[in-house]
Structures are given as structure tokens and as C-alpha cells.
């Protein structure tokens, strides 16, 4: 009976990876919410490329810019992870107030490497390799390993 349920668990992982599919697609092809965050945050970038995967519940999207840049979207046009490694880092246009604030008071001399928003509350890296937890509100939680 084991050795059954282990043969259709690895079926089922074998058919869930060949379903996913990353192509490259155009920016025009981005959902119209991804389209408007670039447009607004990251306008002074220039995009190299851009990916369209298919998920077994969806689509994610992955910009890269021409300076390293990285944006993750959702399959609603949101943003799930944004990565900017270069100074002065990941743009604070769109981050939660609270967040900005915390960094800049706690870390005046590090800048935000990349942020992620998943399961409701916010993950920061700092260019000092500190890493934060914040809750959606962009309160203060924990510090990260």
C-alpha cells in the first residue's frame, strides 16, 4: 500500500513539473496592474526581459532590468518580491510607511536589497545582511535568520 501511494505521489509531481511552462512574453502582455507599478516606480529603468510561467494555479510573471532589477508578480498583476541589489536599492515609493520609516531610524546607513509580500506580512533585506519581518500593517515583527 506504501509503495502505491509513493508511486502516485511522484506521478502527480511529475505531471504538476511538466505542466509549468516560463516563456518570454512582452511588457504589453503583463497584467495591466503590473504594467501601471513599473510605470510608476521603476520608470527611470530599462527592462531586458520578461517571463511568464505557467503554475498549476495560475501564472507568475518575472521582470528583469538591464541593472540587475528583479520584480515578481502574481497572477492578479500584484507584486510579490521586488530585488535591487545595486544602491540606493529597492525604490521606498511603494513600501508601507512604517516599514521606511523602521529602516531608516534602526539602519540610517543601509539601504532595502529586496522586499517580498507573502502570507500577509512583509520580508526586508538590508544591504548591512540584516534581515526584517513586518506585518501587513508594515508594523515591526521580528528580525529574520
Known sequence: MKKLVLLTLMVFSLIACESQEKREISFSALPQKSQQFINQHFADKTIQIVFMEREMFGKEYEVMFVDGT???????????????????????????EGIVTYVSTRFPNAYIESISYEHNRYEVDLS??????????GNFLRYDD
Open 128 to 137: 548591512n545582511h540584516v534581515d526584517l519581518v513586518f506585518d501587513s500593517n
Open 70 to 96: 528583479q520584480i515578481d508578480f502574481n497572477n492578479s498583476g500584484s507584486w510579490t518580491e521586488v530585488e535591487c541589489k545595486l544602491a540606493p536599492g529597492v525604490p521606498l515609493t511603494f513600501i508601507k
